[in-house]
């Protein structure tokens, strides 16, 4: 058996990607919404197992209450959130919800049912529970209950599949269940449990239409988004195949539970978060931002808890570089914007040491060529500004040299410095002017 939580968790991701193929990003994305809280969408055509998956997942999360639903514009607000006991509203009457949560009225009534079954006396017990009921009438009676049992207000995982075919009654309903994690009925707002809510759907509403703009929002609330698609590998298709003909499938081997879950969530929120990598995620944001993919802050500056949840799931002691991978399912909205998120996350994440000695190197041959250009008309003062490009330059790769971890990275910012230092020296000789180290033209600023 698994010996500490992160195995556990590791093991049930296992088990899920043995019944699906080519799931392994969809089922990652699963594991880090519980870990973090967030919610997640699914984006594919019909019968790409995107339903097989979530529900294989959730499955193995023991103890925790489950709501499932598939929304079509006929489904009410009912029919997810639960709808008012009228019983609740006659005057001294009893809602049978608050029966069934009073302790004492349970007790009786199971003792009640016991003696009735073994054919005993129940002495007074009938006059006991009355008297509970109307001391519980007094204090409940005629306050307006919702009977949620099985709905979402009970539900601590949620799958709401087609969930753009929602109708207008209910997305208001739902946009503050989704961001807020609460409902109101009749004035009274109450706590939804909830940890995640997964969603499917085989389209993206077109939000340039005034009918699908409302919808808008909705999608915005569900912060993962994965893309499925057929399985392209014929042996992993045939090994599918195989397995539902032999009933292999829907077998499980590894769960955890509710309670466990919420240990490995505590976990997860301790992880540390370097300042490197905050400023790293920074820079991816100003990055996808110049190629006008649309970042909000509010996305951008709740991006950690997701390179948490992967940093954990893969062994780390704190957040890397390469946790930041994981945003490649955070960061876009439109679905065509996702090849050049994941491009940029590979390019800045994989070797981000070696992506801003790049730049810095790029930024001084750059300053280089426009000394070169107008050395011939002004020399010395196409000099001067070189040398302040130079000296900021500089200040950049010693901030690098003092973060490199390992010695491939202290050899990249010491080929950088080299670099500089040619590119100054050759610019020294091209005006006649004595060349000086930059450590020593820094230190004279």
């Known amino acids: 058996m698994p010996s500490n939580l992160r195995d556990r968790m590791l093991a049930v991701i296992a088990d899920v990607n043995a019944q699906v193929a080519e799931r392994e990003e969809l089922v990652e994305m699963i594991a880090i919404a519980l870990l973090t809280g967030k919610n997640l969408f699914i984006l594919g055509a019909p019968g790409q197992a995107k339903s097989y998956a979530i529900n294989a997942f959730r499955s193995r999360i023991t103890g925790a209450r489950q709501f499932e639903r598939l929304l079509s514009k006929q489904t009410d607000e009912e029919q997810l959130f639960g709808r008012i006991d009228l019983s609740s509203l006659i005057p001294g009457s009893v809602p049978r919800d608050v029966l069934e949560k009073n302790p004492q009225y349970q007790d009786m009534y199971g003792r009640l049912e016991a003696r009735l079954a073994s054919g005993g006396d129940v002495g007074d017990l009938p006059e006991q529970m009355e008297r509970q009921r109307k001391a519980l009438g007094e204090l409940y009676g005629g306050d307006p209950q919702v009977n949620t049992a099985g709905k979402i207000p009970e539900a601590d995982i949620c799958f709401l599949d087609e969930i753009f075919k929602c109708n207008d009654g209910v997305l208001n309903s739902l946009l503050t269940a989704l961001n807020e994690r609460k409902y109101t009925n009749e004035g009274r707002t109450y706590p939804i449990p909830t940890i995640s809510f997964f969603a499917a759907s085989n389209e993206v509403p077109n939000f340039s239409d005034p009918q ?177 490009e130079l000296i900021r330059l500089y200040s950049d790769q010693q901030k690098l040299a003092g973060e490199a971890q390992s010695d491939s990275e202290r050899q990249m910012t010491d080929g950088l410095l080299t670099d500089l230092e040619s590119i100054s020296r050759q610019a020294h000789e091209a005006v006649g002017f004595t060349y000086t180290p930059l450590e020593q033209l820094a230190a004279l600023q």
Request: hydrophobic share 40%; glycine share 4%; net charge neutral.
């Open 212 to 388: 699908e703009k409302i919808l808008e929002a909705l999608y915005d609330r569900l912060e993962l988004k994965v893309v499925t698609a057929n399985i392209e590998n014929r042996d992993k298709r045939l090994a599918v195949l195989r397995d539902k003909q032999a009933g292999r499938t829907g077998q499980i081997a590894a769960s955890v539970t509710l309670d466990e879950l919420k240990q490995m969530q505590e976990e997860v929120a301790n992880l540390p978060v370097p300042e490197a990598i905050n400023e790293l995620a920074d820079d991816i944001l100003c990055q996808l931002r110049r190629n006008e993919i649309t970042v909000s802050d509010r996305k951008y500056l709740n991006y950690y808890p997701i390179a948490q949840a992967r940093a954990w799931l893969s062994g780390h002691t704190q957040v890397e570089p390469r946790d930041l991978l994981a945003l490649k399912n955070y960061l876009w909205q439109k679905p065509g914007e996702r090849a050049v998120v994941e491009s940029e996350l590979n390019r800045m994440c994989i070797n981000p040491m070696q992506d801003k000695v790049n730049n810095i190197r790029g930024m001084a041959v750059e300053a280089k060529e426009e000394f070169d250009a107008a050395k011939e008309q002004v020399g010395s003062k196409a000099l001067i500004k070189l040398r302040g």
